[in-house]
């Protein structure tokens, strides 16, 4: 999914092609993955009523969202290492597998990209649906988290597991995932969907979290309320990603290190 970078700034990638290419294919595969996945909770709100809860929706929604991530990292894996997640281009940058420079124009990238697939969903469907679907903030906090930082550890919970499952099957070179190394992230996707939808929502991608935060209908008129404790779906899971990324590295990536 990725490949070797070093620890250099990368300077030069700024007017590089190829670079200029990857961060393109990052900026319209978080586009859609945002896109697909709010939209599966618009059609679970649309299908079952503007007053279920959308923890009712918890199989659609967690499953539209893992399938998404593993079609579209798969569309640009061999483009641009397919992360479509800042927590994973975090997590690639502290173990050395992209520049400095490039980590960052695919963080701008994927933050547009999911600003667009919000506005595009807007395009579509009529705003008394979509304004349902909670922010990434206070808003989407369950009632079952006691203290905000307790979501903050929940959201790095659901990353360690996305991130240690992208360095397990594209970075190991004893996995012999191939080519179902996108389904098994989507996997992870999924999974962290499942556990996390009922009490945070489900970040564990600060894109993801952002484009709702920002557009979805009412953001105008209650945007301090939107991002109440929206700061938990930024650190949960750049700490998650963090601590996934640098403990499979020291225990498996690390030069000279031995697996028995």
């Known amino acids: 999914m ?18 200029l290419k990857a961060a393109a294919a990052e900026f319209v595969a978080t586009g859609l993955f945002v896109l697909l996945g709010v939209g599966s909770v618009a059609a679970f709100v649309a299908s079952s009523g503007q007053s279920t809860s959308l923890t009712d929706g918890l199989p659609i929604i967690a499953l539209t ?12 894996a061999g483009i641009s290492g397919g992360h479509i997640n800042p927590a994973v281009t975090f997590a690639m940058l502290l173990t050395g597998r992209i520049s400095v420079v490039r980590s960052v124009m695919y963080v701008v990238a994927q933050l547009l990209g999911a600003c667009l697939g919000v506005l595009l969903l807007r395009a579509f469907i009529i705003d008394s649906i979509l304004e349902v679907i909670p922010g990434a903030g206070g808003e989407a906090l369950s009632p079952a988290i006691d203290q905000a930082w307790h979501g903050m550890l929940l959201e790095a919970l659901g990353t360690f597991v996305l991130v240690w499952t992208v360095f397990a099957v594209t970075l190991n070179p004893r996995s012999n995932s191939g080519v179902a190394a996108p389904l098994y992230i989507g996997l992870a996707v999924g999974v962290g969907y499942f556990f996390l939808v009922p009490f945070t929502g489900a970040g564990i991608n600060p894109a993801r979290s952002l484009g709702p935060a920002l557009f979805l209908p009412g953001a105008a008129e209650g945007l301090a309320g939107r991002f109440d404790d929206h700061w938990i779906y930024w650190i949960g899971p750049l700490l998650g990603a963090a601590a996934a990324a640098l403990s499979y590295y020291l225990l498996y990536l690390m030069p000279g290190r031995s697996e028995s």
């Open 2 to 19: 990725a490949t070797q970078a070093g620890t250099s700034i990368g300077i030069e990638e700024l007017s590089s092609p190829e670079a």
């Open 65 to 76: 969202h893992g399938f998404a991530y593993a079609v579209l990292v798969a569309g640009i």
